[in-house]
């Protein structure tokens, strides 16, 4: 009670303080201070790039987006020709950024994983190996790594006609300089069955696997969900394939003059970016996992053993499920990484959002709405993937009282 | 009453003769054991690890060592069929890879602030060393002025144009300013990021989580193609200037973040007391607040220096010659060029990159075991 009258009585007080010791006076002042010297900050930057602007005969706005845009594109997801729009080829550009990065946290997960694992083995060899790994690859700038993929090793691998390869003979496998050579999955008619099957059988696995989880709740007993799953997964599209009169077949790539055509090409570009960007990012990932399974007390171990798991079931049961919480929200934080680190593709050359946006830009000449869109896109995929992460970082959070 | 008068014969008398301890416990053996092959599955990722590492080294060792190219004047030192590394390269270019087109007879200079930046390092990198404030003054205001006269010639020095500047200069005079401007900035926006007011909170946000979320190249290219046009007529800032400010305020976000963790760890008891010995607030930051939390965060200082340091490769791309640039640059050279030029000049970069790098993050983990004393929370 004492206190709450001092309070009341220091609150009677406030009267007699002067303006400029009053702390409330004093902060709204200073914040409609600063909001007047950005708002004049803003003004006197857009009257200047209008000015600039308008001497220099660009008109701002997003109206060239509709234009032909009449560059060609090395690598495209969607229908593009030198004939389609800018909008098009930005969007062709952001497909690009978002397989590359797809598969980069794809690989450099699964890599990060397994380095991180090892730097805690009790295997010597193995241990100073991915110490070594994790050491070098994130103490070099991860363009320096990009350029020496791309200019050191993939561009200076022999031409097809130099590797030895027949004009005209099939080609099941080759990497040379002009990229990574493998046959193509041509789909006939009826092999969109083997697509239903897949799916259908990927959907009972999942309806399987609740089921099996909500029965061995109810009752203890378990169910082999995952042999289960994946040998369905194997069986039944293969079975539909050879009933369905196998409707698929592979393209081969061939080589014709100086030049390798048909065939799945991987493009050099793309190769080099994504060696980079999946080694790179995963001796940080290794970092984090090693650190999160570090942070699981021993005694978690210990306790595991002593109800009688196996050591394979004590990780994945015990250890690995508690490092989830420490591991994850780190990890937000490198997949970010990484698709932000996927815009230096422009420096080797594979068509991304930065690199078309850079060639729409010394087009057009649109400086500020070009860069402003790249950056809104790089922006809202931040915040798209810190958003999921979020929400599967709280689905994995510990519940506490 | 028989078995009484029975001597104990299970008792000895005497020692028993030593034996050695088995092969699986001691010795190299028992090592090899122990780490190498104490299950089948280690023994496979044993056999498989040295397979690859049988398969790697030796010929990245004839690369770099036994067929490599020491000296040579051009490049037909350097393609005689079955050459390794031509370091040649690199030895004629050193000077290059340092100081860019800077001035042979100025060079003096850029060591003079070589050497300026070390006298202030290293008394503040060892703790035990007093003065760190004055030390800190001397790295954040002194030095930089002294840099910046030596390195564009003011006072009746001879003025060197910064597109003359280049190689190892331009890398540490980015990574350097950046982290200089960024680490003020850092502070205001954290402690902004905390206050009460909440439109300077607003600010803050928006702030951090915009520089946060772009990649730092369109940063750059914001700053090199997009800033001029917001500048009004007549005024222009070189195009090192410009980087400048795009890695500045790039890396104050990421600042702020770190300083914010370190404001975070402060129990509210720490800012009650202050408050109790009627300390304004900048008083209580600067005298209790602040020493502490950047004390904590020393070691989320040095990592994003490092992040930073490894980030100003990428001032290539917007057309300044940083180490990495200058070392692609010349790899054109049409004197130099080789098959093996391209992976000479990026190892040697590369090696360069790892020193700074690979020393800043053992001395990180020095300071993060010397600030662990055991009080975690």
């Not at chain 1, 070009?370 to 809202?380: N, R």
């Not at chain 2, 990574?175 to 954290?190: M, T």
């Amino acid at each position: 009670m004492a206190h709450q009258e001092g309070v009341s009585a220091g609150a009677d007080d406030s009267g007699r303080v002067s303006f400029m010791n009053d702390p409330k006076a004093r902060g709204l002042v200073f914040q409609a201070l600063l909001i007047i010297a950005v708002m004049a900050m803003v003004y006197i930057g857009v009257s200047n790039a209008v000015n600039n602007l308008a001497r220099a005969g660009i008109a701002s706005g997003f109206d060239f987006f509709g234009e032909r845009a009449g560059f060609d594109i090395g690598q495209s997801f969607i229908p593009y020709t030198n004939d389609s729009t800018y909008l098009r080829a930005f969007f062709v550009g952001l497909g690009n950024t978002l397989v590359v990065a797809a598969i980069g946290i794809f690989f450099a997960t699964v890599i990060g994983f397994i380095v991180g694992l090892a730097r805690l083995s009790k295997n010597y060899l193995v241990q100073k190996f991915a110490t070594v790994y994790v050491e070098t690859l994130r103490n070099i700038p991860l363009l320096l790594q990009l350029l020496f993929w791309y200019k050191a090793v993939l561009s200076i691998l022999p031409s097809p006609r130099a590797m030895g390869l027949e004009p005209g003979a099939n080609v099941a496998f080759s990497l040379n300089n002009r990229g990574l050579y493998l046959p193509r999955i041509v789909p006939e008619a009826g092999s969109s069955f083997i697509l239903f099957t897949l799916i259908a059988v990927l959907i009972f696995w999942f309806v399987l696997g609740r089921w099996a989880r909500k029965r061995q709740m109810a009752t203890g007993q378990q169910f082999p969900v995952f042999l289960t799953g994946l040998g369905l997964l194997i069986v039944l599209p293969l079975l539909v394939f050879f009933v369905t009169g196998m409707p698929v077949s592979l393209e081969y790539a061939t080589l014709q003059g100086f030049n390798m055509v048909d065939g799945w090409v991987i493009q050099p570009e793309f190769m080099a970016l994504l060696l980079g960007l999946s080694l790179y990012t995963a001796s940080f990932i290794a970092e984090i996992v090693r650190a999160g399974i570090l942070a699981v007390s021993h005694g978690q171990t210990e306790a595991a053993y002593a109800l009688g798991l196996r050591p394979n079931l004590t990780s994945r049961l015990v250890i690995v499920p508690q490092a989830m919480r420490v591991i994850i929200p780190p990890l937000t934080s490198q997949f970010l990484n990484l698709t932000k680190n996927s815009s230096l593709a422009v420096a080797i050359g594979y068509p991304d959002l930065v690199s078309v946006t850079g060639t729409v830009l010394n087009q057009t000449g649109q400086a500020v709405e070009v860069i402003s869109i790249t950056m809104l896109v790089y922006l809202t995929l931040s915040l798209l993937t810190s958003a999921f992460m979020n929400w599967f970082n709280s689905s994995v959070a510990l519940v506490e009282r | 009453m028989d078995h009484n008068t029975k001597s104990i014969a299970y008792v000895r008398t005497q020692e028993s003769p030593k034996t050695p301890p088995p092969m699986a416990v001691g010795g190299v053996g028992g090592w090899l054991k122990e780490n190498l092959f104490a299950t089948p599955r280690d023994t496979v990722l044993t056999i498989l690890t040295f397979l690859f590492l049988i398969w790697i080294i030796p010929p990245v060792v004839d690369w770099a060592f036994i067929s490599a190219v020491w000296d040579g004047e051009s490049r037909e030192d350097c393609i005689v069929p079955g050459a390794g590394a031509c370091w040649a390269f690199v030895e004629a270019k050193f000077g290059q890879f340092m100081y860019g087109r800077y001035p042979l007879e100025e060079r003096w200079r850029v060591n003079l602030s070589g050497l300026l930046l070390i006298a202030g390092l290293v008394p503040i990198a060892i703790p035990s060393v007093p003065y760190k404030r004055e030390n800190a003054l001397y790295l954040l205001i002194v030095f930089p002025v002294l840099a910046f006269i030596l390195l564009t010639g003011q006072f009746g020095l001879q003025p060197v144009e910064t597109p003359l500047w280049g190689g190892l200069l331009v890398t540490l005079v980015v990574a350097i300013v950046g982290i200089v401007v960024s680490f003020p900035l850092g502070i205001l926006l954290a402690l902004g990021r905390r206050s009460d007011m909440p439109i300077v909170k607003m600010f803050c946000v928006i702030f951090i989580e915009f520089w946060r979320g772009v990649p730092l190249i369109t940063v750059l290219f914001m700053s090199s193609v997009m800033l001029p046009l917001f500048l009004p007529d007549g005024v222009s800032f070189d195009k090192l200037l410009r980087a400048l400010i795009g890695v500045a305020l790039f890396s104050s976000a990421y600042m702020a973040e770190v300083i914010r963790g370190g404001l975070q760890a402060i129990p509210k008891g720490q800012y009650e007391a202050a408050n109790a010995m009627a300390l304004t607030f900048w008083q209580g930051t600067r005298l209790v607040i602040m020493p502490q939390a950047l004390k904590m965060v020393i070691p989320g200082i040095v990592n994003t220096f490092i992040g930073l340091f490894k980030d100003t490769s990428l001032v290539l791309i917007i057309g300044l010659f940083d180490l990495l640039g200058i070392v692609q640059q010349n790899m054109t050279d049409p004197n130099w060029i080789s098959p093996q030029t391209p992976a000479t000049g990026f190892v040697f970069a590369a090696f360069v990159f790892f020193i700074f790098c690979f020393g800043m993050s053992r001395y990180s983990a020095y300071m993060e075991r010397r600030l662990d004393t055991g009080h975690k929370r």
